[in-house]
C-alpha cells in the first residue's frame, strides 16, 4: 500500500449500520449534500466526509454537533488553485458517545470566497477562521474579531494561496515570539 486512503462513495442511507444512520441523519433534509467513506491502511476507522453548500454550512454543522459530533478537532482551509469551486472549508468533528468521527465540507469561488462564521456552533473555531482568513484569504462574516492572527496586520496578500509568490519576502512574524 502507498499509503493514500481508499475512499468510496456512499449513499448513507442505501448502507446499514450505525456510523451510516448517524450519518444520515446529519445530512437528512439537505439537498446535494454528499458522503464520502474514508478508510486507512494503519487503522479500522472509517470516517464520513460531508460535502454541503455553502448555505447549508452551519446548519449541517450545528446539525451534526446535535446528532452528537460534539467534539471540534479543527477547522482547514485548502487552495484547490486549478478546479472550480477554487477555495474548500472543512470542519473535523468526533462523536466521543458513538466513536465516529465526520468532516464537513463545502467549496466557494475565487471571486467570493465568504463562508458564514461557525464561533455560535463551536467556540473553538474562532482562531482556526482566522488563521484560514490570514494565510488563504478566506473571509467569515459573523465572526467576533476577524483579524491577522500570524502575520502582521499591514501585511499584504495571504501567503497560502497557491498564486502567492513563493519567497519574494520573509515573513514578518507579530511580535512576541522568543528567538533562540
Avoid at 36 to 50: F, L
Avoid at 107 to 121: E, F, K, M, N
Amino acid at each position: 500500500m502507498t499509503g493514500e486512503m481508499p475512499t468510496v462513495e456512499s449513499d448513507s442511507s442505501a448502507v446499514p449500520g450505525t456510523e451510516n444512520d448517524l450519518v444520515a441523519s446529519v445530512i437528512d433534509g439537505f439537498d446535494g449534500a454528499t458522503v464520502t467513506e474514508h478508510a486507512t491502511a494503519s487503522s479500522a476507522t472509517v470516517y464520513h466526509q460531508v460535502s454541503v453548500s455553502v448555505d447549508d454550512w452551519v446548519s449541517v454543522v450545528r446539525k451534526a454537533k446535535n446528532a452528537g459530533f460534539d467534539a471540534f478537532v479543527d477547522l482547514y482551509a485548502v487552495d484547490h488553485f486549478a478546479q472550480a469551486p477554487r477555495y474548500e472549508v472543512g470542519v473535523n468533528l468526533i462523536s466521543m458517545e458513538n466513536n465516529q468521527r465526520i468532516i464537513i465540507s463545502t467549496r466557494v469561488p475565487y471571486d467570493d470566497a465568504t463562508v458564514p462564521t461557525l464561533t455560535g456552533v463551536f467556540v473553538g473555531a474562532n482562531f482556526y477562521e482566522r488563521e484560514a482568513y490570514d494565510l488563504i484569504g478566506i473571509d467569515f462574516p459573523g465572526h467576533p474579531d476577524l483579524t491577522r492572527i500570524l502575520l502582521p496586520d499591514e501585511w499584504v496578500g495571504h501567503p497560502l494561496r497557491k498564486d502567492s509568490s513563493v519567497g519574494a519576502i520573509p515573513v514578518q512574524f507579530k511580535a512576541g515570539s522568543v528567538d533562540l
